[in-house]
Structure formats: C-alpha cells, structure tokens
C-alpha cells in the first residue's frame, strides 16, 4: 500500500532531523500539496491558537514522483493538485517553533485520488487543523457574494425568475405535480438520496410543442426556488455560444460549489443530445458525471423535441425521473383562463365565441391573438375590443402561421432541420406524439 511506505518514509526523515521527539502520524488533506494553496498561503500567515505559518519546503523522496495537475484559476492557467513530499514551518507565540513533515502521492494507477499522510507533534494538531482548513479554503474558494441566479452562456441568454405561479395557465394537477415534486426532493428527498449513499441528483423534463408555457413555467419554478433560499442555476442550448457539453460542465461546476440547494434549468436539453456530446450528457444523466451538491440539486430541463429523448433517455429508468408533457389548450376552461388573462380589463363576454378555435393552440398563440386585437382596437381609438377586432386577430394569425408552415415546407430539402438552436423548431408543424 502506498500509504505505508509513505509513512516509512516520513518516519525516517522525522527520526533524522528530531530525533527522539513525538509524533502523530495522521491523514492529512491533500489540498495542502496544491500550487493554488501554497502560492495563496504565504508565510507569516497567522493561524488560530497565536501560531503563524513560516513557509515550506520540497523534500526529496525515493517513494514519490512529483507531479501537479494544472487548470484555469479565471483567465489563467496554473498548476493544482500536486503529488509531492514537503517540510511546512510554523512558529507560535510562547512555544517552540515546529515542523511538519507531509507527503502526498497517488494511491494507486487507476485513481486520480492523492493520498497525504503528515507527521505532527501531538500539541500542534490544532494549529495544523487550521492550517490544512486555510489551504482547502483557497482551493476551493467560498462563493462570497451569494446571487440567486448563475446564467451559464452567452450575454444575449435572457431569464428573468419573477413570473407569477398563478400567471402560468395550465391544468392545476400539472402545476401542482411539478412544484410539488420540486418541493418533496428538496424537503426530504435529498436526505433519502443522502442515506443511501447517492448523490442528491434529481432529474425532470417538460416537454411540449413551441410556445405551450415550458420557459414561463421554469422562470416561475425558480422564482419558488429563490423565495425558499434555493439557488437557480441557467444554461440556454439557443444563445449565442450554441449548445456545447462545455457550457453543462460549467453549469455542474456552479451546481457542486454552490452550498445551497439548486434548481438548475437546461433548456432546449435536446440541442445537447447530438453527435459526440450526447454520450456524455447520457453520463451526467446516469449519475457517472453528476453534481454531487450535498444540499440537492434539481434538474429541470426543456424540450420540443420528443424524437431526441428517446429510448436510451425515456425508457432508461433512473436517467430521468419524471417527464412533464406541458400541453396545448385541451379545453374550453383552459382557453377562457388564458383569453381573460391575456385581453386583462378589455375582456367582454363576447369574447367566448371564439373559445373553440383556441384548442390545441399554445398559450403563445393566444397571447398574440389578444395582443394584436388590442393594439388594432387602440390603433383606431377605440376603448373596447369588439368580438370583430378579436376575430381578426385570430384569423391574421392563423394565415401567417399556415403560410409559414407551407414555406418552410417547401424548403425543407435545403436542410435546415440540422441546423443548432431556435431555427429548427418550426419544421415540423407537429411533432408531438408521446403521453406521459
Ligand atoms: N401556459 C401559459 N400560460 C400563460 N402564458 C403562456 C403560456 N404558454 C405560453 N404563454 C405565453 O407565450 C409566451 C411564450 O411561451 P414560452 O416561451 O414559455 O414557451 P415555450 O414552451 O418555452 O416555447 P419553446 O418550446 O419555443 O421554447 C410566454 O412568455 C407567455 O407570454
Ligand atoms: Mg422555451
């Protein structure tokens, strides 16, 4: 075992330059080796108990070969984790000064796991304590200032968390179902994933055509999260920086270094599951490359694409735990709510005639129905919206979207479907065939 002939080793340095004085042999933490901490830690750093770090040194050792691993610290690469043997100095007030023999090494082949081990004199554990506690603390850099949202991408990806709960309008079974899946994970759930030794990791879909609430819905999701201390983390696949698995890596990373719990929204999941990043996503999904957040994290994520969650994703127990089907307006109660909240004051009760012709319509259609019959009614100074100007609106609409279906009908052989992003999604007029 490579611990033992660390300690070997360790032992007959410490026996060579004290001989005679005591020592505890104990594990120590590997963050004590890493370049960051100890360029970060300088000596003359004072500690807890009137002790005062003093500066280290390199040992050479026959049973470890130095390496460092190296990463970006913001727009610089340094070197991080380090396998290696050191003397760390210490003085303290009142009290001899003492030395620390530490020794740092890789386990075995396989793991990329650093054992250390250090020898301390029994009376100066506590100052070691905090000494090894400073160098996690520089390498692992708290967040200071909390913010309740990380968007992840692009400067052009818009999330705004202050949508209403009561303002997005589908079944209420639906909307309970989620919140309260979002609330039981976060309540006991996580400490269920915890006891049984699993990374708190929860996993939820919305899918549904373009325009049926999934955004709102999730900008709604994380205004609860934020009003219960959650932390809402964003990743857009359709801004400018397009869907790279890159931008889900950075995503994670906020994910684990959080310290709180998170709701973390990946939109437009699809765009992802493409080429070589899909086996990858399929590994965060499994639980290989998941967050491991111990607080919880939960995943929501969107999309309109049912053929790309396939087999491998929606048949897989475990890659994701509920798929949410966001639907279009499947009722007359259901069209009446979402005409009245969006014509607002100027509804009349004329206005219900037109209900039948809001089914299967997503809520965006509706919201622009309303809008324009609003406007035109404005446009011609008018305080009322009559049922004429409503039925307008939804006819002009209905022909834009029916010529916008037959022209990119007609384009389709160019090949856009396989283009990333927004522009693929209205060529195929209905692509929705699954239930939950
Ligand atoms: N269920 C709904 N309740 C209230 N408003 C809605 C609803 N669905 C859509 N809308 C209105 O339509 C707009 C567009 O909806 P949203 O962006 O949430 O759709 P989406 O499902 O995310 O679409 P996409 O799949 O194209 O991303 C919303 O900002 C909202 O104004
Ligand atoms: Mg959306």
Partial sequence: MQYERLVQWAKSVWEARWPGRNYLTIWASSDCSN???????????????????????SLDSPVIVPISDYGTRGKKMVLTTTAGAFIFKFSQQGADPFEVIYASSYFDDEGQDLTAVALVPPECLETWAAFEFACARAVRPRIRRRRDVYIIGGTDAFFDPTVEWEDVILPEQLKSDLA?????????GVHIYRELKLAPFRKLLLAGVPGTGKTMLCAAMAKLAINR???????SGSDRDGASFEKIQRALQAVTAARYPVLLIVEEIDAYLQGDDKA????VLDGVESPNNPEGALLLATTNYPEVIDERIARRPGRLDR?????????????????????????????????????????????EAALHARML?????????????LQQSI???????????????DRRPIGL???????????RPDPFGFKD
């Fill in 35 to 57: 370049s960051v901490a100890q360029s970060q830690i300088r000596p003359g750093r004072k500690l807890r108990g009137k002790a005062r770090f003093d500066g280290f040194e």
């Fill in 180 to 188: 309260e899946d979002m609330e039981a994970f976060f309540n006991t």
């Fill in 229 to 235: 201390g959650r932390i809402v983390v964003y990743v």
């Fill in 280 to 283: 990858r996503v399929l590994n």
């Fill in 323 to 367: 798929i949410f089907v966001i639907p279009t307006i499947q009722n007359d109660h259901h069209a009446e709510q979402m005409l009245r909240h969006y014509m607002a004051d100027q509804w009349r009760d004329e206005h219900m005639e037109v209900i039948p012709e809001l089914i299967n319509q997503p809520g965006a259609f509706v919201r």
């Fill in 377 to 389: 009614a404005a446009h011609d100074r008018r305080t009322e919206v009559t049922l004429e100007f």
């Fill in 395 to 409: 006819d002009s609409l209905l022909r834009q979207i029916r010529a916008g279906n037959d022209f990119l009908r």
């Fill in 417 to 427: 479907v396989h283009n990333k992003g927004k522009s693929k999604k209205n060529l």
